[in-house]
């Protein structure tokens, strides 16, 4: 199986500020890497696919990179309703891993 | 538009065995393939197994012979059954549709329910 090393495990920041989250997969995923957002009771809203394809409907603030093993998600110019869980998945194979999750919280 | 809800028992006795069932709008069982999440709770998303579009399945080995997806077309529900059910079991059990995309091979979740809080009790 595909592990998926997410960091941090946790984030605090503030309304407008930039924050970068990391994943590490245990070998190459070719670029299929999913990363999703939840808010607490919610289900995960998928934001990015194919590691820097923006889901439609979701703000250009979100952006995705990387290659290979290692991948990153960032989130440009905070806003109060991007607080919440974020979590990677390994999009290339089953069984369909994911990291433990970034909660980014709200400094 | 697409949706997807799970119904299913909010307690399950240890040992016995749990069923949940997935039923979807907005689309066909026969066009979309069907995934099964859980997520403990504070914990994180872990893939259980799908129902693809062409009627097979694909389980994650870490339920061994525990788990299975079956489905009705003609009611667009996918089924979810796991027997032998541990304290370690309860969890929210979401569906989720695979999306599609015309640009590489990534496998993602598009949509998903609400999900089910199934609690193990002993």
């Known amino acids: 199986d595909i592990q998926m090393t997410q960091s941090p495990t946790s984030l605090a920041a503030s309304v407008g500020e930039s924050v970068t989250i990391t994943c590490l997969a245990s070998e190459d995923i070719y670029g299929s890497l999913v990363w999703y957002q939840q808010k607490p009771g919610k289900s995960p809203q998928l934001l990015i696919y194919g590691a820097t394809i923006l889901e439609d409907g979701i703000p250009s603030r979100f952006s995705g990179s990387g290659s290979d093993t290692q991948y990153s998600l960032k989130i440009n110019s905070l806003q109060p309703e991007d607080f919440a869980s974020y979590y990677c998945?390994?999009?290339?194979?089953?069984?369909?891993?994911f990291g433990a999750g970034t909660k980014l919280e709200l400094k | 538009q697409v949706q997807l809800k799970e119904t299913g028992p909010d307690l399950v006795q240890l040992t016995q065995t749990l069923s949940i069932t997935c039923t979807v709008s907005g689309f066909s069982l026969t066009t979309y393939n069907v995934h099964w999440v859980r997520q403990p709770p504070g914990k994180g998303l872990e893939w259980m197994g799908a129902m693809w579009n062409g009627g097979g399945t694909d389980y994650n080995s870490a339920f061994k012979s525990r788990l299975s997806i079956s489905r009705d077309t003609s009611k667009s529900q996918v089924f979810l059954k796991m027997n032998s059910l541990q304290t370690d079991d309860t969890a929210k059990y979401f569906c989720?549709?695979?999306?599609?995309?015309?640009?590489?091979?990534?496998?993602?979740?598009?949509?998903w329910g609400q999900g089910v809080m199934v609690t193990v009790s002993s």
């Open positions: 998945q390994n999009g290339l194979s089953t069984p369909y891993t």
């Open positions: 989720a549709r695979h999306g599609r995309h015309t640009m590489g091979i990534t496998s993602f979740f598009d949509y």
